[in-house]
């Protein structure tokens, strides 16, 4: 019996054995040191069972299905659920993590100045690595010419430069004024001013002019100490200029603004103190010597504007507008400063004074004849608007209309225009190279003096390469002559050194290479030389670029040259208004009903005069004269109108008379000087039109052939 329970016992054991018992590895809850009770325990079976297991599964092998799958990532492993379509029973495994794939996905290429970068990208997921590529050192092409620009040879690298220039005026053109200057200065006022003092009473019958004798020697000492001193006032004229373009150069350097205020006031008392020395010149015995050629008229009129130059209440009243026009300088947004107006009627009384003190009714009427030499006085301009008002007001709202609603023009043909017309001459390969060969087209013989022929071409070259070019942050552009060194320097600002913005102010520059400054002419003429020069050249880019792009330019440029009549014209009626506190045009009632413009109501009187000009409402500039015109140049404007006008007749001239024909009158403009017998000679604008075979801004004819080429289709 105990054999044959032994021999049941083994066989149950062996079935316990392959039965689908979990192991401990697939069954976390197992525990394999417990025994089965039941074999411990045998008789506890109910006696007379057949199948004492029949609670337990049936053994057999697991069918295992996939119940659940996560694929791995390139970061994280993956996951598969098996489970036993028999028993239920689940096991699990755990793919590895695949790593990223990285592949080359994108290069963007760099430049000389710019870093690279090379792009990967995983093949898998959203993964990128970016690799930056070192920036690559210029490699400059030659200099051929100092006004062209040199470009980066390096592929893909726009990079343009200056040429380096000799540097010729570049110690002449620094500021060095300082103690020792003002010393000699004093010392040479006290030396001649001691010997006016020392000198006789005037006594026409002992002191007329002789050109030789015991006076004469001794006005011939007291003149070479004149001479001399004059020389110095105009070093430190020189000076003050130099201080005026290197603080514009860096209008925010506070030791630049010290030292151009100072410099300012310095040369206002040094001014002063000069004409102070007149009438002393006048009551001594070398009267006769001092103003021989002069008439009595003249004399009289000389004493009476030194006297007022040397009167303190002038001298302060001039210091007090430079100051108001730095505080001016300073406002980064005039239009919506509230001090500007403030500023604005304080700088025109100080003017109407200041001319008062000079002998004249008004500013206006001081400005017109000795600030600006013009032909004509402010009464005058009346007929010049009428013309405006009738022949170019139209016009003016016409093109205004043809270039908001001009289509049809393709990228390229606005990269072109934009080479034209805005981007910098000294940054964009296109805008300089297209300048220069302009440029070159103008360098022709001046057939009037063949001893003064002289070459565009050299002289732009000059200016880029000898050190009398100055940019900077202040926004403007000008030329100005220095003088004493005998040399033109031209200033271009932030914005204001585009193509057509160089064609301008070369205009001037060339001007003072041919006359330096030798002549005096009115800023009307001077204004035309620039403008001029700026219509031919957008003429001459017609064959350079597309017809699209050219019919942006032109229509560009002429509506420029509308907009700067009706807006010259504009701030011209509106400083008469104020400066003779008059006006009868619309909001008259408002403007003048107590008896005057206050400054609160100076932005109304503009907008209304605007109104009185034609000008539509949409294209109106209501706030024009707040940019500072009325305060950095006041009475100056109505010289852009005059000059516009000028300009838009040589433009027509060249459709009607060819280009080398408007060439050779643009030409005629500033060489007219070589039928001058004397500096002491002169002649009106209207005769210097004439003699470029222009007709004068006062002949009507004039705004109908404007009129008439204009609208034309």
């Known amino acids: ?236 004229q020189g000076q003050y200029s130099i201080a005026m373009t290197l603080y514009y150069c860096d209008n925010k350097n506070e030791e630049l603004e010290k030292i151009y205020n100072d410099m300012q006031n310095y040369y206002t008392d040094l001014v002063s103190k000069f004409y102070s020395l007149s009438q002393p010149w006048y009551d001594s015995m070398y009267r006769d010597f001092f103003f021989y050629g002069a008439t009595e008229e003249e004399i009289l009129a000389f004493l009476s504007d030194s006297r007022a130059l040397a009167d303190p209440e002038y001298v302060a009243l001039k210091a007090r507008n430079d100051a108001i026009e730095l505080e001016f300088n300073s406002i980064e947004d005039p239009v919506a400063s509230p001090d500007v107006p403030a500023l604005y009627a304080e700088f025109v009384e100080n003017n109407n004074r200041m001319a008062e003190i000079l002998g004249y009714d008004n500013y206006l009427e001081y400005a017109y004849e000795n600030v600006y030499d013009r032909d004509y006085t402010y009464q005058d301009v009346a007929a010049f608007v009428e013309y405006v008002r009738e022949y170019i007001a139209p016009v003016y709202n016409e093109m205004y209309e043809r270039w908001e609603t001009i289509d049809g023009y393709t990228n390229p043909d606005i990269e072109e225009y934009y080479s034209v017309v805005m981007y910098s001459f000294f940054e964009n390969a296109e805008a300089n190279e297209i300048f220069n060969d302009y440029i070159d087209d103008m360098s022709m013989a001046f057939t009037s003096n063949p001893d003064k022929q002289i070459s565009f071409s050299d002289h732009l070259n000059n200016l880029m390469a000898d050190g009398n070019l100055f940019r900077g942050t202040y926004e403007g552009a000008y030329v100005t002559f220095i003088y004493d060194k005998k040399i033109p320097i031209a200033y271009f600002g932030k914005n204001y050194d585009n193509a057509t913005t160089i064609a301008h102010e070369f205009g001037h520059y060339m001007n003072e290479i041919y006359n330096m400054s030798e002549y005096s002419q009115s800023f009307d003429l001077l204004e035309t030389h620039s403008q001029g020069d700026e219509m031919l050249f957008i003429y001459y880019v017609k064959s350079q670029i597309s017809e699209k792009a050219f019919e942006l330019v032109e229509t560009y440029q002429i509506l420029n040259m509308l907009s700067t009549i009706m807006s010259a014209v504009q701030v011209d009626c509106f400083e008469q208004a104020i400066y003779l506190n008059s006006y009868d045009g619309p909001n008259a009632d408002i403007i003048m009903e107590d008896g005057k413009i206050t400054a609160d109501e100076y932005d109304l009187l503009y907008s209304s005069i605007s109104a009185e000009l034609g000008i539509a409402d949409i294209y109106r500039q209501n706030d024009y004269w707040r940019y500072g015109m009325t305060i950095t140049s006041p009475c100056y404007y109505i010289s852009y109108s005059i000059s516009a006008i000028n300009a838009l007749q040589l433009y027509t001239k060249i459709y009607s008379d060819g280009f080398d024909a408007a060439k050779e009158s643009y030409l005629k403009l500033f060489t007219y000087t070589d039928s001058l017998e004397s500096e002491e000679d002169y002649m009106t604008v209207e005769e210097v039109l004439l003699y470029a075979d222009l007709l004068s801004y006062n002949d009507e004819e004039t705004y109908k052939k404007i009129w008439s080429f204009v609208l034309a289709d």
């Open 1 to 236: 019996m105990k054999k044959l329970l032994a021999l049941l016992l083994l066989i149950c054991a062996l079935v316990l054995i392959v039965a689908c018992t979990p192991t401990p590895d697939n069954n976390p809850d197992s525990n394999p040191d417990i025994e089965n009770p039941g074999d411990e325990n045998p008789g506890d079976e109910n006696p007379g069972d057949e199948n004492p297991g029949d609670d337990k599964p049936d053994p057999h092998e697991c069918n295992f299905v996939i119940t659940e799958t996560m694929d791995p990532s390139c970061t994280a492993d993956g996951k598969i659920v098996y489970e036993c379509s028999i028993c239920g029973e689940t096991k699990k495994e755990y793919p590895a993590k695949l790593g990223h794939d990285m592949k080359l996905y994108n290069e963007i290429p760099g430049n000389c100045d710019e870093y690279g970068y090379i792009i990967y990208k995983c093949t898998r997921c959203v993964k990128k690595e970016t690799v930056p590529v070192e920036p690559t050192d210029h490699k400059w092409g030659e200099a051929v010419e100092a006004s062209r620009l040199i470009v980066c040879t390096n592929k893909g690298c726009k990079a343009v430069k200056l040429a380096e220039g000799t540097g010729k005026y570049t110690d002449d053109l620094v500021f060095s004024f300082g103690d020792a200057e003002k010393a000699a200065l004093d010392a040479k006022h006290t030396e001649l001013e001691a010997i006016l003092d020392a000198a006789e009473a005037y006594d026409p019958a002992l002191h007329g002019y002789a050109e030789s004798g015991e006076l004469y020697d001794s006005y011939m000492i007291a003149e070479g100490l004149y001479e001399e001193y004059s020389d110095l006032i105009f070093d430190a």
